[in-house]
């Protein structure tokens, strides 16, 4: 699956601090409310028809009015932020566009169903994959120490 985000990339409109703490380890942990207008990114979706005829789907997708919380956990060595946490305070207003490729002149898009059955699809993997409680969680402090041994 091929994956792009949209030009220019999703910026932050208002960022807040929830809470900030020390932990008993000592590393300190900042949880953050971030706002965003607007976040925009690309796909494709390798598919087939029930009569074997296999296709790309490019879906372009639009979400307005993130509301996404950050929380990250401070060392004192590099890489400087040992995990980062992200996840979605409620599911985003989106927009999806979907064309065919390589199928001359059959819309996938008329086809009854499959838009709904795509956007079903994104929704439920936002819901069960990064809406609160559920996160998305980057050990960096294990990819840091993974590239180092690399080289």
Do not use: M
Request: net charge neutral; proline share 6%.
């Amino acid at each position: 699956v091929f994956f792009a985000f949209s030009n220019p990339p999703p910026a932050a409109s208002a960022i807040r601090v929830i809470r900030s703490e020390t932990q008993v380890d000592g590393n300190n942990v900042v949880e953050l409310a971030v706002s965003s207008s607007g976040v925009g990114f690309s796909f494709l979706i390798d598919a087939k028809l029930k009569l074997g005829i296999p296709f790309k789907i490019a879906v372009n997708f639009e979400a307005a009015n993130l509301e996404a919380r950050v929380s990250v956990v401070f060392i004192r060595h590099a890489p400087f932020a040992k995990c980062i946490r992200l996840s979605l305070a409620d599911v985003p207003k989106t927009s999806l566009q979907i064309k065919p490729e390589g199928l001359s002149g059959i819309d996938v898009a008329d086809l009854p169903g499959i838009d709904i059955w795509i956007r079903s699809a994104i929704e439920k993997a936002t819901v069960t994959q990064v809406l609160e409680p559920n996160a998305l969680y980057y050990d960096s402090e294990k990819h840091w120490n993974n590239r180092k041994r690399d080289t």
